[in-house]
């Protein structure tokens, strides 16, 4: 059988439409999918092996002096471009604050960029849904959509949807 998704009106919701392969009626979409399913079962079974070789080439490249650890080389093989990169992500825990801004005193503003982020929860959202109140919420959030994305599950464990 063959699991047909598809959003609903609520924000967050699905509606599952379960049909069988023959019954779909688009039989093209039906071959990309089991296609995309089959190629991305391939490809995963690589990751390990290019897991291991990507590890084997940092290693190399660290220890023949080519990369630093706050670096990049790149490397020309046969036509292959190979770069590799390594560096270091910086962060302030929230913990940390405090004591930071007694160490750096007045500098801390100007050493120190701080991010505020501010996101709805899913009532906002359905507030802001409402016909009735939602037009004066909704002026004051950023709405956009989702570029589509496309998952493929080999097994999705459902029940009575054969594999």
Not at 1 to 9: L, S
Not at 67 to 79: A, F, K, M, W
Not at 143 to 157: H, M, N
């Given at each position: ?9 609520q924000p967050g919701q699905e509606v599952r439409r ?117 037009a004066e919420i909704r002026k004051h959030l950023t ?15 459902e029940k009575g949807a054969g594999t």
């Open positions: 059988m063959t699991t047909a998704v598809r959003a609903n009106e379960i049909v069988d392969s023959m019954s779909f009626v688009d039989w093209y979409l039906l071959e990309k999918i089991k296609k995309a399913a089959r190629l991305q079962k391939a490809v995963g079974s690589f990751e390990p092996q290019v897991k291991e070789i990507k590890d084997t080439i940092v290693t190399a490249a660290l220890d023949n002096g080519d990369l630093s650890e706050d670096g990049s080389v790149t490397y020309i093989v046969d036509g292959i471009l190979c770069r590799v990169s390594s560096g270091y992500d910086y962060s302030i825990p929230n913990t940390a604050v405090a004591g930071l801004m007694e160490a750096l005193g007045v500098r801390f503003g100007e050493l120190v960029e701080a991010r505020t982020i501010f996101t709805p929860t899913p009532r906002l959202i359905e507030m802001a849904c409402d016909a009735d109140r939602g709405i956009c959509l989702r570029a589509p994305q496309v998952s493929i599950i080999q097994e999705c464990g």
